[in-house]
């Protein structure tokens, strides 16, 4: 994690004042271009065509992917981009949100909110395991960068305060928190929390990482398809795992 080269990539891509003429140019592509400035800030190794797909970056390391949602997406360029080298996934998630609002009539832009929902590695898990089976694979690589962000909404949602269903116009990366990296199947072992020893169940396991059980049952599916952990049973309605030393 390089927090100056984070600062010097938003400079770069989100440096400009954001007025109302401004803000919504970019669209979803602000953390997108940022991230892609971040990991490569030459130009002339982003946007590499490689069999019938565009790498986001490619250089003797290989190739960087940035998916900043909808991992599912990636499933045909991952297949056809391990045939030929190593590949890194990149996905963000929004561990500290702020919102502001743009009145679409008079274009004023209000003072930013700190938002209640928040992101974290195990958002990320909910997202890979779409494309687990790329886990083992020792030309696959997965990182996960933890962003402070703030994210441009249009006052236009059909609630009477205009909230609820309205429009984002962008999301501006503000800093970087955290960076996780996934070289090997071992690595995911980082993602069991203390709290877990011996027998656990997925509610288990989502008390003591402080998350939903949506979110941990698909942490419990990766850590199993590494061999992190392994299911031993029932414990009721519910699997009951061990983790795997």
Known sequence: ?????????????????????????????SVHAVLKAYFEPEEDNTEIKI????ADIAGEDGIIEIQTRALYRLKKKLDCFLEYTHVTVVHPVMAKKYVRWLDPESGEL????????????YTAMDELVAIKYAIDNPRFSFVCLALEAEDIRLL???SKDKKRGS??????PLDIIAEYRFECPQDYMMLIPPEIE????VSAFAEAAKITKPLARSTVAILSYT??????GKKG?????IINE
């Open 198 to 201: 011996g027998e656990f169940t």
């Open 1 to 29: 994690m390089d927090r100056e080269r984070f600062a010097a990539a938003v400079d770069k891509c989100c440096g400009r004042v954001r007025d109302t003429k401004g803000i919504g140019t970019l669209g979803e592509r």
């Open 156 to 158: 236009d949602g059909r």
């Open 227 to 232: 061999g992190a952990v392994k299911c031993i």
């Open 110 to 121: 209000s003072q930013r909110r700190r938002s209640s929902k928040i992101e974290s590695i």
């Open 237 to 241: 309605r519910e699997k009951l795992y």
């Open 167 to 172: 429009t984002k116009l962008d999301r501006y």
């Open 51 to 54: 069999g019938s797909f565009v």
